[in-house]
């Protein structure tokens, strides 16, 4: 969401930053409807100083006797009252319209995002730890679940449909214990507060972060109106909606391990086999609020907890800088950490973090007052993967297989599985 006084200040640098994501420049359009509403607030203001004045008129009139004057200044301030009426529904329309408008538009890359149209474009900034080496083909993961009997995509096809798993036995102990892992490390050597928040939001929460209105297909939704979170960093984000901070209560920082659910409506025909794109998936998420001063460095801080997970796992990983044609829409920069994995020979997502500046705090009304100053400032907001606990689980599979399909449990995770060896 935009400031359109800013966008009136700026249009120039709007459009050009507009262009590198890969949109059309809007801010003509935009400067238009404001107009229209200025134009009109204007006009309304006009006709109910008119209306003011002609109703002093009416007891002047009658106090002097002039019925047919005061008669005259009672039907104008009739034919008033109906024009302000009527033209308040329209100054509501016309603010609705410019605030769509805003709610559209993805947000402005910094100067240093690279310009690009998509993964393609993206930037290895980092690698850590080396490929593993087998002296066999190793296999993908849902080779290795099935042989094991530990994973289950026909008995999930027929109670849900595609895009589901069922893990047994030790497979979903792995997957649990990679999630309690995260949550352990986040809050216990991280500073994240851990939440359990609603899977459930309201059209405010999902617009707040700015997945409505744009990608309302990408989601699932009750019939009672509400939504299934694609992500915890809805509610958690939204846990400051509406609020006014002061700066040194900030930043904020909570961390939580929820289901996620995704309609994947633009990955047809995409992963179709195995856990990497799922309707329903856990992951544990880290949202930061922050000033203006200090948000990149809290980026750069919540990409390094995002590593620390993958770096206790030994686990080979890259960092991409994500070009203009990558992010998300509310994000200003994003990091992406794509991990090796062996049996599908490439490099894959596994824990996005972004930066969004006062994007999402501009839609959610999330505020912070400096000691001092009489200003109120609205916050910054981060979010990122800390980590996907399915993709994690991927990737462990594949990067600790053993030849005879046995999987070693990494030695991080061997306190939440009971001190087991292997999975066999």
């Known amino acids: 969401m935009f400031d359109i006084r800013w966008i009136r200040e700026n249009a120039e640098a709007f459009d050009a930053a507009q262009v590198k994501r890969g949109a059309a420049p809007s801010s003509a359009r935009l400067i238009e409807l404001d107009d229209k509403r200025r134009a009109h607030v204007t006009k309304l203001q006009e006709a109910q100083e008119t209306r003011n004045a002609a109703s002093k008129e009416i007891g002047k ?39 769509d408008a805003l709610a559209q538009l993805p947000n402005l890359p910094f100067d240093d995002v690279p310009e690009g149209a998509d993964e393609n474009d993206n930037v290895e900034i980092r690698t850590f730890g080396e490929k593993r080496d087998f002296n066999y083909e190793p296999k993908e993961h849902f080779e290795l679940g099935e042989d094991l009997g530990l994973m289950d995509f026909e008995t999930a096809a027929k109670i849900s449909g595609s895009r589901f798993v069922v893990l047994r036995g030790q497979l979903a102990r792995l997957e649990r214990a990679l999630g309690q892992f995260m949550l352990d490390l986040h809050t216990e050597e991280h ?5 359990n928040p609603p899977l459930l939001v309201r059209d405010e929460a999902v617009f707040g972060t700015g997945q409505l209105p744009k990608f309302a297909e990408d989601l699932f939704r009750t019939e009672d109106g509400r939504w299934l979170i694609p992500t915890a960093e809805v509610p958690l984000t939204n846990l400051a909606r509406e609020k006014t901070y002061l700066a040194d209560e900030l930043p904020i920082r909570v961390t939580a391990l929820t289901p996620c659910f995704r309609s994947e409506a633009g990955s047809a025909g995409r992963d179709t086999r195995g856990m990497l794109r799922q309707h329903q998936f856990p992951k544990v998420e880290m949202v930061s609020v922050t000033g203006k001063e200090g948000s990149k460095d809290e980026l750069e801080r919540m990409l390094s907890c995002a590593e620390e997970v993958l770096k206790r796992l030994d686990l080979h990983y890259r960092v991409m800088v994500l070009c203009t044609g990558d992010m998300g829409i509310s994000a200003r920069k994003t990091y992406d950490i794509e991990v090796w994995l ?20 501009r839609r959610m009304n999330a505020r912070y007052r400096v000691d001092g100053e009489k200003q109120i400032q609205f916050c910054h907001t981060l979010n990122g993967s800390g980590i996907a606990v399915g993709r994690a689980l991927i990737a462990v599979l594949e990067n600790y297989q053993n030849e005879d399909g046995s999987i070693t449990v990494p030695n991080a995770l061997k306190p939440y599985m009971g001190s087991i060896e292997k999975i066999g």
């Not at 002039?66 to 200044?73: N, V």
């Not at 500073?191 to 939440?195: D, L, T």
């Open 61 to 99: 009139a009658k106090a002097s006797g002039d019925e047919a004057a005061a008669q005259e200044a009672i039907t104008q301030v009739a034919k008033l009252k109906s024009f302000i009426r009527d033209g308040e529904e329209e100054g509501k329309a016309l603010s609705a319209a410019l605030d």
């Open 342 to 361: 062996p049996g599908q020979k490439a490099y894959r997502e596994i824990s996005s973090c972004s930066l969004c500046d006062d994007y999402q705090a």
């Open 191 to 195: 500073g994240y507060s851990e939440i």
